[in-house]
Protein backbone atom coordinates (compact mmCIF):
# COMPACT_ATOMS: atom_id res chain seq x y z
CA UNK A 1 0.00 0.00 0.00
CA UNK A 2 1.28 3.52 -0.55
CA UNK A 3 1.39 5.30 2.72
CA UNK A 4 2.50 8.38 3.03
CA UNK A 5 5.02 9.51 6.29
CA UNK A 6 3.16 11.16 8.37
CA UNK A 7 4.34 13.31 10.84
CA UNK A 8 3.38 12.27 14.36
CA UNK A 9 2.73 16.00 15.25
CA UNK A 10 -0.17 16.26 13.10
CA UNK A 11 -2.08 14.30 15.03
CA UNK A 12 -0.84 15.51 18.88
CA UNK A 13 -4.14 17.31 19.43
CA UNK A 14 -7.18 17.80 17.92
CA UNK A 15 -8.90 21.27 17.71
CA UNK A 16 -12.25 21.80 19.02
CA UNK A 17 -14.46 22.58 16.31
CA UNK A 18 -16.03 25.52 18.23
CA UNK A 19 -14.09 28.50 20.01
CA UNK A 20 -14.94 29.02 23.09
CA UNK A 21 -17.84 31.35 23.38
CA UNK A 22 -18.42 34.13 25.92
CA UNK A 23 -20.92 34.31 28.89
CA UNK A 24 -23.61 36.25 26.88
CA UNK A 25 -23.66 33.76 23.75
CA UNK A 26 -24.48 30.23 24.79
CA UNK A 27 -26.34 28.55 22.68
CA UNK A 28 -28.18 25.30 23.24
CA UNK A 29 -25.83 23.49 21.02
CA UNK A 30 -23.22 24.68 23.14
CA UNK A 31 -24.48 24.05 26.59
CA UNK A 32 -25.11 20.38 25.07
CA UNK A 33 -21.55 20.09 23.89
CA UNK A 34 -20.14 21.35 27.35
CA UNK A 35 -22.50 18.23 29.28
CA UNK A 36 -21.24 15.62 26.78
CA UNK A 37 -17.93 17.01 27.58
CA UNK A 38 -18.65 16.92 31.25
CA UNK A 39 -19.76 13.13 31.45
CA UNK A 40 -16.55 12.52 29.72
CA UNK A 41 -15.00 14.28 32.99
CA UNK A 42 -13.29 17.10 31.18
CA UNK A 43 -13.32 19.15 34.16
CA UNK A 44 -13.02 22.73 31.81
CA UNK A 45 -16.01 21.63 30.86
CA UNK A 46 -17.69 21.23 33.88
CA UNK A 47 -15.97 24.83 34.75
CA UNK A 48 -17.39 26.36 31.79
CA UNK A 49 -21.34 24.66 32.63
CA UNK A 50 -21.32 26.26 35.88
CA UNK A 51 -19.96 29.70 34.71
CA UNK A 52 -22.81 29.74 32.53
CA UNK A 53 -26.03 27.67 34.27
CA UNK A 54 -24.66 28.47 38.09
CA UNK A 55 -27.28 31.32 38.60
CA UNK A 56 -30.21 30.54 36.97
CA UNK A 57 -29.92 27.04 38.79
CA UNK A 58 -29.32 28.88 41.70
CA UNK A 59 -32.85 30.92 41.13
CA UNK A 60 -34.61 27.18 40.88
CA UNK A 61 -33.03 26.72 44.27
CA UNK A 62 -33.60 29.92 45.83
CA UNK A 63 -37.26 30.25 44.46
CA UNK A 64 -38.63 26.73 45.71
CA UNK A 65 -36.49 26.46 49.02
CA UNK A 66 -36.86 30.35 50.07
CA UNK A 67 -33.82 29.95 52.25
CA UNK A 68 -30.47 30.83 51.19
CA UNK A 69 -28.22 28.49 53.22
CA UNK A 70 -30.51 25.83 52.14
CA UNK A 71 -30.51 26.74 48.52
CA UNK A 72 -26.77 27.30 47.98
CA UNK A 73 -26.54 23.40 49.62
CA UNK A 74 -28.75 22.26 47.33
CA UNK A 75 -27.04 23.94 44.28
CA UNK A 76 -23.97 22.22 45.37
CA UNK A 77 -25.69 18.83 45.39
CA UNK A 78 -27.04 19.49 41.98
CA UNK A 79 -23.50 20.25 40.34
CA UNK A 80 -22.23 17.00 42.28
CA UNK A 81 -24.95 15.32 40.55
CA UNK A 82 -24.41 16.89 37.23
CA UNK A 83 -20.73 15.81 37.40
CA UNK A 84 -21.57 12.05 38.04
CA UNK A 85 -24.86 11.75 35.93
CA UNK A 86 -24.45 14.37 32.74
CA UNK A 87 -24.49 11.29 30.74
CA UNK A 88 -28.24 10.91 31.51
CA UNK A 89 -29.05 14.06 29.36
CA UNK A 90 -28.09 11.32 26.20
CA UNK A 91 -31.28 9.81 27.00
CA UNK A 92 -33.09 12.36 26.96
CA UNK A 93 -35.65 14.66 25.01
CA UNK A 94 -35.29 17.82 26.42
CA UNK A 95 -33.31 20.53 25.34
CA UNK A 96 -30.11 21.37 27.39
CA UNK A 97 -31.63 23.61 29.82
CA UNK A 98 -34.47 22.63 30.48
CA UNK A 99 -32.72 18.99 31.38
CA UNK A 100 -30.48 20.83 33.81
CA UNK A 101 -33.49 23.41 35.18
CA UNK A 102 -35.39 19.80 35.64
CA UNK A 103 -32.41 18.11 37.19
CA UNK A 104 -32.09 21.23 39.70
CA UNK A 105 -36.16 21.78 40.41
CA UNK A 106 -36.31 17.95 40.85
CA UNK A 107 -33.74 18.16 43.27
CA UNK A 108 -35.07 21.10 45.14
CA UNK A 109 -38.48 19.49 45.51
CA UNK A 110 -36.77 16.62 47.00
CA UNK A 111 -35.10 18.77 49.75
CA UNK A 112 -38.71 20.73 50.14
CA UNK A 113 -40.86 17.72 50.71
CA UNK A 114 -38.02 16.24 53.10
CA UNK A 115 -37.91 18.76 55.28
CA UNK A 116 -39.51 18.13 58.99
CA UNK A 117 -40.89 21.61 59.64
CA UNK A 118 -43.99 22.69 57.74
CA UNK A 119 -42.47 23.69 54.35
CA UNK A 120 -43.07 27.03 54.37
CA UNK A 121 -43.39 29.69 56.62
CA UNK A 122 -43.13 32.84 54.65
CA UNK A 123 -46.18 32.68 53.05
CA UNK A 124 -46.27 35.79 51.28
CA UNK A 125 -42.95 34.13 49.20
CA UNK A 126 -45.24 31.99 47.65
CA UNK A 127 -47.18 34.97 46.11
CA UNK A 128 -44.17 36.28 44.43
CA UNK A 129 -45.23 38.16 41.39
CA UNK A 130 -43.18 36.45 37.97
CA UNK A 131 -40.89 39.62 37.30
CA UNK A 132 -40.73 40.00 33.28
CA UNK A 133 -38.15 37.64 31.99
CA UNK A 134 -35.52 39.61 30.19
CA UNK A 135 -35.49 40.54 26.59
CA UNK A 136 -32.81 37.55 25.73
CA UNK A 137 -34.63 34.94 27.31
CA UNK A 138 -37.58 36.14 25.52
CA UNK A 139 -36.30 36.21 21.94
CA UNK A 140 -34.98 32.78 22.51
CA UNK A 141 -37.80 30.64 24.27
CA UNK A 142 -40.42 33.49 23.68
CA UNK A 143 -43.04 31.98 21.79
CA UNK A 144 -43.16 29.17 23.70
CA UNK A 145 -43.79 30.70 26.64
CA UNK A 146 -46.14 32.87 25.38
CA UNK A 147 -47.95 29.68 24.60
CA UNK A 148 -48.33 28.29 27.68
CA UNK A 149 -49.55 30.81 29.23
CA UNK A 150 -52.14 31.22 26.79
CA UNK A 151 -53.40 27.80 27.43
CA UNK A 152 -53.23 28.71 31.34
CA UNK A 153 -55.59 31.61 30.71
CA UNK A 154 -57.70 28.93 29.33
CA UNK A 155 -57.95 27.77 32.59
CA UNK A 156 -60.14 29.14 35.89
CA UNK A 157 -58.15 31.56 37.63
CA UNK A 158 -57.57 29.69 40.54
CA UNK A 159 -56.61 26.54 38.84
CA UNK A 160 -54.11 28.14 36.64
CA UNK A 161 -52.26 30.18 39.79
CA UNK A 162 -52.39 25.95 41.43
CA UNK A 163 -50.29 25.18 38.19
CA UNK A 164 -47.99 27.93 38.34
CA UNK A 165 -47.62 27.74 41.87
CA UNK A 166 -46.93 23.94 42.25
CA UNK A 167 -44.52 24.27 39.25
CA UNK A 168 -42.59 27.46 40.52
CA UNK A 169 -42.84 27.20 43.93
CA UNK A 170 -43.03 23.36 44.51
CA UNK A 171 -46.11 23.62 46.33
CA UNK A 172 -47.33 20.33 47.48
CA UNK A 173 -51.20 19.10 47.08
CA UNK A 174 -51.30 19.54 51.07
CA UNK A 175 -50.46 22.97 50.70
CA UNK A 176 -52.70 23.81 48.28
CA UNK A 177 -55.37 22.34 49.34
CA UNK A 178 -55.13 24.24 52.57
CA UNK A 179 -54.62 27.51 50.58
CA UNK A 180 -57.41 27.32 48.60
CA UNK A 181 -59.59 25.49 51.60
CA UNK A 182 -60.53 23.04 49.13
CA UNK A 183 -59.78 18.57 50.66
CA UNK A 184 -56.99 17.57 49.48
CA UNK A 185 -58.81 14.97 46.97
CA UNK A 186 -60.61 18.26 45.44
CA UNK A 187 -57.13 19.75 45.05
CA UNK A 188 -55.92 17.12 43.17
CA UNK A 189 -59.10 16.71 41.06
CA UNK A 190 -58.62 20.28 40.01
CA UNK A 191 -54.81 19.54 39.26
CA UNK A 192 -55.10 16.85 37.53
CA UNK A 193 -58.04 18.25 35.07
CA UNK A 194 -56.06 20.65 34.86
CA UNK A 195 -53.69 19.52 33.49
CA UNK A 196 -54.93 17.28 31.13
CA UNK A 197 -56.87 20.82 29.32
CA UNK A 198 -53.37 22.31 29.50
CA UNK A 199 -51.96 19.14 27.60
CA UNK A 200 -54.79 19.47 25.54
CA UNK A 201 -54.29 23.35 24.93
CA UNK A 202 -50.69 22.71 23.91
CA UNK A 203 -51.20 20.11 21.53
CA UNK A 204 -53.74 21.75 19.43
CA UNK B 1 -48.03 -0.26 39.82
CA UNK B 2 -46.47 0.76 43.32
CA UNK B 3 -47.61 3.87 43.00
CA UNK B 4 -50.52 3.23 41.73
CA UNK B 5 -51.06 0.60 44.74
CA UNK B 6 -50.45 2.69 47.57
CA UNK B 7 -53.02 5.25 46.53
CA UNK B 8 -56.02 2.93 47.29
CA UNK B 9 -58.57 1.60 44.83
CA UNK B 10 -58.48 4.96 42.27
CA UNK B 11 -56.35 3.45 39.33
CA UNK B 12 -53.95 6.24 38.58
CA UNK B 13 -53.06 5.83 35.03
CA UNK B 14 -49.29 6.56 34.97
CA UNK B 15 -49.26 9.70 32.44
CA UNK B 16 -50.89 11.43 35.53
CA UNK B 17 -48.36 10.19 37.55
CA UNK B 18 -45.64 11.50 35.14
CA UNK B 19 -47.35 14.94 35.16
CA UNK B 20 -47.81 15.30 39.40
CA UNK B 21 -44.20 14.36 39.67
CA UNK B 22 -42.88 17.13 37.02
CA UNK B 23 -45.50 19.33 38.86
CA UNK B 24 -44.07 18.65 41.57
CA UNK B 25 -47.01 18.14 44.12
CA UNK B 26 -46.57 14.92 45.39
CA UNK B 27 -45.48 14.25 48.65
CA UNK B 28 -42.24 12.24 49.50
CA UNK B 29 -42.35 9.25 49.24
CA UNK B 30 -44.35 8.77 46.22
CA UNK B 31 -41.86 11.01 44.87
CA UNK B 32 -39.35 8.46 46.02
CA UNK B 33 -41.05 5.63 44.16
CA UNK B 34 -41.89 7.93 40.97
CA UNK B 35 -38.27 8.28 40.84
CA UNK B 36 -37.41 4.77 41.39
CA UNK B 37 -39.75 4.11 37.76
CA UNK B 38 -37.96 6.48 36.11
CA UNK B 39 -34.63 4.79 36.41
CA UNK B 40 -35.72 1.16 35.97
CA UNK B 41 -38.72 1.58 33.29
CA UNK B 42 -37.61 3.91 29.96
CA UNK B 43 -41.14 4.12 28.83
CA UNK B 44 -42.26 5.79 32.39
CA UNK B 45 -39.28 8.01 32.16
CA UNK B 46 -40.49 9.34 28.74
CA UNK B 47 -43.60 10.13 29.80
CA UNK B 48 -41.84 12.06 32.58
CA UNK B 49 -39.93 13.48 29.98
CA UNK B 50 -43.15 14.88 27.85
CA UNK B 51 -44.23 16.63 30.85
CA UNK B 52 -40.99 18.55 31.80
CA UNK B 53 -41.08 19.42 28.22
CA UNK B 54 -44.43 20.86 28.06
CA UNK B 55 -44.04 22.14 31.24
CA UNK B 56 -40.40 23.48 30.34
CA UNK B 57 -41.33 27.36 29.48
CA UNK B 58 -43.06 28.08 32.82
CA UNK B 59 -39.62 27.81 33.93
CA UNK B 60 -38.26 31.09 32.34
CA UNK B 61 -39.79 32.67 35.11
CA UNK B 62 -37.28 31.59 37.52
CA UNK B 63 -34.54 34.65 37.43
CA UNK B 64 -31.03 34.06 37.19
CA UNK B 65 -29.37 34.72 41.06
CA UNK B 66 -25.50 34.74 41.29
CA UNK B 67 -24.25 31.97 43.47
CA UNK B 68 -21.94 33.22 46.14
CA UNK B 69 -17.93 32.77 44.37
CA UNK B 70 -17.14 30.37 47.04
CA UNK B 71 -20.00 28.23 46.34
CA UNK B 72 -17.57 26.57 43.26
CA UNK B 73 -14.95 25.91 45.29
CA UNK B 74 -16.89 24.08 47.72
CA UNK B 75 -18.50 22.18 45.09
CA UNK B 76 -14.71 21.42 43.60
CA UNK B 77 -13.32 20.62 46.80
CA UNK B 78 -16.60 17.49 46.88
CA UNK B 79 -15.57 16.37 43.80
CA UNK B 80 -11.86 16.42 43.59
CA UNK B 81 -10.63 17.26 46.81
CA UNK B 82 -9.48 13.45 47.66
CA UNK B 83 -7.27 13.13 44.41
CA UNK B 84 -6.02 16.49 43.81
CA UNK B 85 -5.29 19.13 46.52
CA UNK B 86 -4.81 22.30 44.32
CA UNK B 87 -4.97 23.92 40.79
CA UNK B 88 -3.50 20.15 39.60
CA UNK B 89 -5.18 18.21 37.52
CA UNK B 90 -2.35 16.14 35.67
CA UNK B 91 -3.82 12.94 36.67
CA UNK B 92 -7.19 14.01 34.37
CA UNK B 93 -5.25 15.21 31.27
CA UNK B 94 -2.66 12.54 31.00
CA UNK B 95 -5.56 9.92 30.95
CA UNK B 96 -6.58 12.11 28.24
CA UNK B 97 -3.18 12.74 26.77
CA UNK B 98 -3.47 8.53 26.43
CA UNK B 99 -6.60 8.24 25.53
CA UNK B 100 -6.16 10.31 22.63
CA UNK B 101 -2.74 8.55 21.71
CA UNK B 102 -5.28 5.76 21.67
CA UNK B 103 -7.71 7.38 19.36
CA UNK B 104 -4.93 8.07 16.82
CA UNK B 105 -3.65 4.55 16.65
CA UNK B 106 -7.04 3.25 16.03
CA UNK B 107 -7.56 6.24 13.40
CA UNK B 108 -4.61 4.79 11.54
CA UNK B 109 -5.49 1.19 12.55
CA UNK B 110 -9.18 1.89 10.88
CA UNK B 111 -7.66 3.93 7.82
CA UNK B 112 -5.94 0.19 6.82
CA UNK B 113 -8.63 -1.74 8.02
CA UNK B 114 -11.16 0.04 5.57
CA UNK B 115 -8.76 0.16 2.74
CA UNK B 116 -8.99 3.77 2.29
CA UNK B 117 -6.59 4.87 -0.17
CA UNK B 118 -4.61 7.50 0.77
CA UNK B 119 -4.55 9.62 -2.21
CA UNK B 120 -8.27 10.19 -1.96
CA UNK B 121 -7.89 10.84 1.91
CA UNK B 122 -8.06 14.68 2.47
CA UNK B 123 -7.05 13.54 5.99
CA UNK B 124 -3.50 15.06 6.78
CA UNK B 125 -4.18 18.16 4.76
CA UNK B 126 -4.35 21.67 6.79
CA UNK B 127 -7.51 23.26 7.60
CA UNK B 128 -8.75 24.90 4.34
CA UNK B 129 -7.61 22.52 1.95
CA UNK B 130 -10.53 20.64 2.10
CA UNK B 131 -11.87 19.80 -1.51
CA UNK B 132 -15.30 21.19 -1.84
CA UNK B 133 -15.91 22.43 1.36
CA UNK B 134 -16.06 18.80 2.36
CA UNK B 135 -15.37 18.16 5.86
CA UNK B 136 -13.04 15.16 7.18
CA UNK B 137 -14.25 14.81 11.39
CA UNK B 138 -13.03 12.49 13.86
CA UNK B 139 -14.70 11.84 17.21
CA UNK B 140 -13.47 9.09 19.83
CA UNK B 141 -16.67 8.11 21.40
CA UNK B 142 -15.91 6.77 25.68
CA UNK B 143 -17.52 7.06 28.72
CA UNK B 144 -15.72 6.61 32.18
CA UNK B 145 -18.32 4.15 33.68
CA UNK B 146 -17.44 1.57 30.91
CA UNK B 147 -14.75 0.09 28.81
CA UNK B 148 -16.48 0.83 25.52
CA UNK B 149 -14.29 2.44 23.04
CA UNK B 150 -15.21 3.45 19.18
CA UNK B 151 -13.25 6.06 17.29
CA UNK B 152 -16.02 7.45 14.61
CA UNK B 153 -14.39 9.23 11.30
CA UNK B 154 -17.11 11.34 9.29
CA UNK B 155 -16.57 11.49 5.86
CA UNK B 156 -18.65 14.92 4.55
CA UNK B 157 -18.30 14.34 0.68
CA UNK B 158 -19.51 10.42 0.81
CA UNK B 159 -22.02 10.98 3.94
CA UNK B 160 -20.10 8.19 5.22
CA UNK B 161 -19.39 7.24 8.78
CA UNK B 162 -16.39 4.99 9.55
CA UNK B 163 -16.68 3.09 13.03
CA UNK B 164 -13.74 1.33 14.38
CA UNK B 165 -14.15 -0.67 17.45
CA UNK B 166 -11.86 -0.06 19.64
CA UNK B 167 -12.50 -1.66 23.00
CA UNK B 168 -15.39 -3.04 25.30
CA UNK B 169 -17.71 -5.84 24.12
CA UNK B 170 -21.58 -5.57 23.98
CA UNK B 171 -23.51 -6.89 26.76
CA UNK B 172 -24.66 -10.69 25.98
CA UNK B 173 -27.82 -10.49 24.21
CA UNK B 174 -27.77 -6.81 23.36
CA UNK B 175 -26.79 -4.62 20.74
CA UNK B 176 -25.07 -1.42 20.49
CA UNK B 177 -26.93 1.60 18.57
CA UNK B 178 -25.47 5.05 17.56
CA UNK B 179 -27.27 8.23 17.59
CA UNK B 180 -26.32 11.54 16.89
CA UNK B 181 -27.64 14.22 18.91
CA UNK B 182 -28.14 17.93 17.12
CA UNK B 183 -28.73 20.69 19.69
CA UNK B 184 -32.62 20.08 21.66
CA UNK B 185 -33.50 17.55 19.11
CA UNK B 186 -34.67 14.54 19.62
CA UNK B 187 -31.58 12.01 19.27
CA UNK B 188 -31.45 10.11 15.78
CA UNK B 189 -30.36 6.26 15.22
CA UNK B 190 -27.76 5.81 12.76
CA UNK B 191 -28.80 2.27 13.51
CA UNK B 192 -27.18 -1.00 15.46
CA UNK B 193 -23.63 -0.99 15.10
CA UNK B 194 -22.63 -4.26 13.21
CA UNK B 195 -20.10 -6.53 14.96
CA UNK B 196 -17.01 -6.29 13.47
CA UNK B 197 -13.68 -3.97 13.83
CA UNK B 198 -14.45 -1.51 11.13
CA UNK B 199 -17.89 -0.66 9.80
CA UNK B 200 -19.04 1.50 7.50
CA UNK B 201 -22.50 3.72 7.60
CA UNK B 202 -24.36 5.47 5.38
CA UNK B 203 -26.18 8.54 5.97
CA UNK B 204 -29.00 10.53 5.00
CA UNK B 205 -27.96 14.21 3.35
CA UNK B 206 -29.75 15.96 6.62
CA UNK B 207 -28.18 14.02 9.17
CA UNK B 208 -24.85 14.70 7.48
CA UNK B 209 -25.83 18.36 7.86
CA UNK B 210 -26.49 17.86 11.32
CA UNK B 211 -23.08 16.41 11.61
CA UNK B 212 -21.67 19.24 10.12
CA UNK B 213 -23.51 21.58 12.50
CA UNK B 214 -21.61 19.78 15.19
CA UNK B 215 -24.22 17.24 16.31
CA UNK B 216 -22.40 14.63 19.12
CA UNK B 217 -22.81 10.53 18.59
CA UNK B 218 -23.68 8.69 21.68
CA UNK B 219 -23.74 4.61 22.01
CA UNK B 220 -26.31 3.12 23.66
CA UNK B 221 -26.99 -0.74 24.38
CA UNK B 222 -30.39 -1.41 23.30
CA UNK B 223 -32.42 -4.60 22.78
CA UNK B 224 -30.85 -7.05 19.98
CA UNK B 225 -32.41 -5.32 16.84
CA UNK B 226 -32.29 -2.02 18.22
CA UNK B 227 -34.80 0.44 19.91
CA UNK B 228 -37.90 -0.62 19.57
CA UNK B 229 -39.40 3.00 20.20
CA UNK B 230 -36.96 4.55 17.57
CA UNK B 231 -35.61 6.58 20.64
CA UNK B 232 -32.55 5.42 23.07
CA UNK B 233 -33.53 3.26 25.84
CA UNK B 234 -30.55 1.65 27.36
CA UNK B 235 -27.78 3.49 28.87
CA UNK B 236 -24.89 5.33 27.29
CA UNK B 237 -22.24 3.12 27.22
CA UNK B 238 -20.08 5.57 24.85
CA UNK B 239 -19.77 9.09 23.38
CA UNK B 240 -18.53 11.97 21.96
CA UNK B 241 -18.22 15.33 19.98
CA UNK B 242 -16.96 15.62 16.26
CA UNK B 243 -13.27 17.54 15.86
CA UNK B 244 -11.88 18.60 12.90
CA UNK B 245 -8.74 16.11 11.86
Not at chain 2, 24 to 29: E, H, N, Y
Not at chain 2, 175 to 192: K, Q, Y
Amino acid sequence: MNVPSIPPAAFATFPRKSTTPSVQTMTPDEITRLIFRTALKERAAFDLLYRHTSAKLFGVCLRILQDRAEAEEALQEVYVKLWTRADRFAASELSPISWLVAVARNHAIDRLRARKKPARELDEATDIADPAPDPETMAVAGGERRRIDACLEELETDRAKAVRGAYLNGDSYAELAARFGVPLNTMRTWLRRSLISLRECLER
Amino acid sequence: MTTAEHNGPERRDDDMVAAEYVLGVLPADERASVAQRIATEPDFARLVDAWESRLAPMAEAYQPVEPPAALKQAIDRRLFAASAPAASRPGLWSSLALWRGLAVAALLALAVYAGLTYTSLPLFQQPGQEQGGAQRLIASLAHDDTDVRYLVIYDGAKRDVALSHVAGDRPAGRDFELWTIEGDAPPVSLGVIPTGSSVHLALSEALGKAIERGAVFAITTEPLGGSPSGAPTGPVVALGDLREI
